[in-house]
């Protein structure tokens, strides 16, 4: 079956600095790749995604990036703030297999 | 526009009993999930639905049973809840399967006794 791993599991880092997310896939048919943001006590919600023909997506302080052959993609947030501090999930989507997250931290 | 609706929102059961979450989208979306969360495993799907009167299961679809007989309506039963189910459930929805966003609900907080 379809298999979607994630990393860090955790990231902490300075109000400012980048913070770079990444998850790999194991279905080559995935061809549509979303990143969502969890707040406490909410649902997800989705705050970029990327379509196999584009290796790059910029949306103001954040952007995912594809690597179709190596079977990864990523999040890149930039300066970034403290509401930046969430959980963000991956998902691969030949079933909407989510990854296990990473708890992002954005230290004052 | 109230998007997903779950309930309910917080339930506690004794181990052995039966209930069932209700999940109601007003967007006219055909797809829709049922996730459960646990801590450092992310979202599992548990089952899921690509149409009215259609179901499909997850990855972890064993010990619940779902059904889909209205288009706006995804339900999600436990028969003979277990501690094991004690988690936080999460209904979504979409247009689109596979290459459209999920549009969640806030959760449904279930714990057994």
């Known amino acids: 079956g379809e298999n979607v791993e994630q990393h860090p599991s955790t990231l902490s880092v300075q109000e400012g600095d980048s913070a770079v997310i990444k998850c790999t896939y194991s279905?080559?048919?995935?061809?549509?790749f979303p990143w969502y943001k969890q707040e406490l006590g909410k649902g997800p919600q989705l705050i970029i995604d990327i379509r196999s023909n584009v290796g790059e997506k910029k949306d103001q302080r954040i952007a995912v990036t594809l690597n179709k052959t190596a079977k990864h993609f990523s999040l890149h947030i930039t300066e970034t703030q403290p509401e930046d501090s969430a959980v963000y999930f991956c998902a691969g989507t030949y079933k909407y297999i989510f990854g296990t997250g990473t708890r992002l931290k954005v230290l004052a | 526009n109230a998007g997903v609706t779950q309930t309910p929102k917080f339930r506690v059961l004794k181990t052995g009993q039966s209930m069932t979450l209700l999940c109601a989208q007003d967007?006219?979306?055909?797809?829709m999930y049922w996730y459960r969360q646990d801590p450092g495993m992310g979202l599992r799907l548990i089952h899921y639905s690509v149409g009215e009167g259609t179901t499909a299961k997850g990855e972890v679809p064993d010990g619940y049973n779902v059904s889909r007989l209205k288009k706006q309506n995804f339900l999600l039963g436990l028969e003979s809840a277990a501690p094991s189910q004690t988690s936080v459930y999460f209904c979504a929805s979409s247009y689109k399967d596979r290459t459209g966003e999920l549009f969640f609900g806030e959760g449904s907080r279930l714990t057994v006794l």
């Open positions: 279905d080559s048919a995935s061809n549509y």
């Open positions: 967007m006219n979306h055909e797809y």
